[in-house]
């Protein structure tokens, strides 16, 4: 499976916009870019998916590069609800392949 | 719509001791997965099935780690025997199938502690 680069940790404030940025550069022409979170305790939830068009959907939007060698998750105003690991993925096939993902954390 | 149930929540046992683990997952769901997510770590698949067949166990422990779905619905992962280093939590996911754009699923997962 292609290799995803994340930050390992970012941090926001309350209702103010987050921007995650996920690289993958090998990513090959029919990956699709998943993203999950995981609130503490908790399993994964997904969050968003897309191939090569920008997605939104009630929890987030994904920007994704021209080149598709990068993405970016963007939480338009984020809540304390919001902090958790958020993992970027790149689905082949079935399997997801989980990377460390970037740790959010949110200030009030 | 109920969600992807597991049970138990949390296990403590003994090195060399057994334990299973049950997963429901979502009503109409032909894929089931589990995963193995250590402390810190991404969780990892351990193994996928499609209806009742597997399709990916690559990465199960085979001489310790059984699964199986025998009717395409519920399922069961068993550790037999159990070490330290399966101290973990075992999550279970499902999707409506295999293919890349489909989203999974996941559970509350099972906290098992081996000491």
């Known amino acids: 499976d292609a290799k995803t680069t994340q930050p390992n940790s970012m941090e926001s404030n309350e209702e103010e916009p987050v921007h995650l940025p996920c690289n993958h550069s090998?990513?090959?022409?029919?990956?699709?870019i998943h993203w999950y979170r995981q609130l503490p305790s908790q399993g994964p939830e997904y969050v968003i998916h897309?191939?090569?068009s920008n997605v939104n959907n009630r929890m987030a939007s994904l920007a994704i590069a021209e080149d598709r060698k990068s993405s970016t998750l963007i939480l338009h105003r984020a809540t304390l609800r919001d902090a958790a690991v958020y993992y970027c993925?790149?689905?082949?096939?079935?399997?997801?392949?989980f990377g460390e993902g970037t740790q959010l954390t949110v200030n009030p | 719509e109920a969600g992807v149930a597991q049970s138990p929540r949390y296990k403590i046992i003994e090195k060399r001791q057994s334990v299973a683990f049950w997963c429901n997952p979502i009503s109409g769901h032909a894929t089931l997965y589990w995963y193995q997510q250590i402390l810190g770590q991404g969780p990892k698949l351990l193994i996928q099935f499609q209806n009742n067949g597997v399709v990916d166990d690559s990465q199960l422990p085979k001489d310790r780690f059984s699964a199986e779905r025998l009717k395409g619905v519920d399922s069961t992962l068993k550790i037999q025997p159990a070490k330290l280093e399966d101290s973990a939590v075992y999550l279970c996911?499902?999707?409506?199938?295999?293919?890349?754009?489909?989203?999974?699923?996941f559970g509350p997962g099972t906290r098992l502690t081996v000491t």
């Open positions: 897309g191939l090569t």
């Open positions: 090998t990513i090959s022409g029919t990956d699709y």
């Open positions: 993925i790149l689905k082949s096939g079935s399997r997801l392949t």
């Open positions: 996911a499902s999707s409506v199938g295999t293919a890349r754009g489909y989203e999974q699923y």
